[in-house]
T-cell receptor, first 113, second 113 residues
Framework: EAQVTQNPRYLITVTGKKLTVTCSQNMNHEYMSWYRQDPGLGLRQIYYSMNVEVTDKGDVPEGYKVSRKEKRNFPLILESPSPNQTSLYFC????????????FGPGTRLLVL | AQTVTQSQPEMSVQEAETVTLSCTYDTSESDYYLFWYKQPPSRQMILVIRQEAYKQQNATENRFSVNFQKAAKSFSLKISDSQLGDAAMYFCALSNAGNMLTFGGGTRLMVKP
């Protein structure tokens, strides 16, 4: 089954404790992206990647890191989480090209205390 | 920079009736794509409908249709014969020549039995 998977689905952590949210897709998509969803703001892009070893900042990259060592994986790293990073996070993937449909993972609910 | 605005934070509709969700956008690009995504309580992001800006014909998917007014930069979603399963958050999104999606703040649709 074609899908985007994220782990963990739920995470509670404390300020400053490094964490990684994994994202994997099995559709051989070149493009992968991370979004955060906050009430009233919709989804905002954090980072994206056009291919292996190619990443770039989205609209809200501060406090986040990503890597793309393999085509299928695109982990999101919070090296020193803060309470303002409490949010719902989505990973998405698609083929490269204008208007290509993005497929979303199930979301990761993060609470930073 | 591109923006997407959904001016209705919440809407309600009676089961079997028709409802229209509003979306306006702004972009300097001439080639772009518009999307409506549905987010049910499971939080999964589900593509509802997609519209290419160069196409004058409005997209339709079963009970879902759009009213695309390019000059007015308006992209509303009409849901006919509303069903209880249509209750969800709906997000309007814009993609230009690249893959980046810009989302509106969302509209919560409630369906009354």
């Amino acid at each position: 089954e074609a899908q985007v998977t994220q782990n963990p689905r739920y995470l509670i952590t404390v300020t400053g404790k490094k964490l990684t949210v994994t994202c994997s897709q099995n559709m051989n998509h070149e493009y992968m992206s991370w979004y955060r969803q906050d009430p009233g703001l919709g989804l905002r892009q954090i980072y994206y990647s056009m291919n292996v070893e190619v990443t770039d900042k989205g609209d809200v990259p501060e406090g986040y890191k990503v890597s793309r060592k393999e085509k299928r994986n695109f982990p999101l790293i919070l090296e020193s989480p803060s309470p303002n990073q409490t949010s719902l996070y989505f990973c998405a993937s698609s083929l490269i090209g204008a208007g290509k449909t993005q497929y979303f993972g199930p979301g990761t609910r993060l609470l930073v205390l | 920079a591109q923006t997407v605005t959904q001016s209705q934070p919440e809407m309600s509709v009676q089961e079997a009736e028709t409802v229209t969700l509003s979306c306006t956008y702004d972009t300097s690009e001439s080639d772009y794509y518009l999307f409506w995504y549905k987010q049910p309580p499971s939080r999964q992001m589900i593509l509802v409908i997609r519209q290419e800006a160069y196409k004058q014909q409005n997209a339709t998917e079963n009970r879902f249709s759009v009213n695309f007014q390019k000059a007015a930069k308006s992209f509303s979603l009409k849901i006919s014969d509303s069903q209880l399963g249509d209750a969800a958050m709906y997000f309007c999104a814009l993609s230009n020549a690249g893959n980046m999606l810009t989302f509106g703040g969302g509209t919560r649709l409630m369906v009354k039995p």
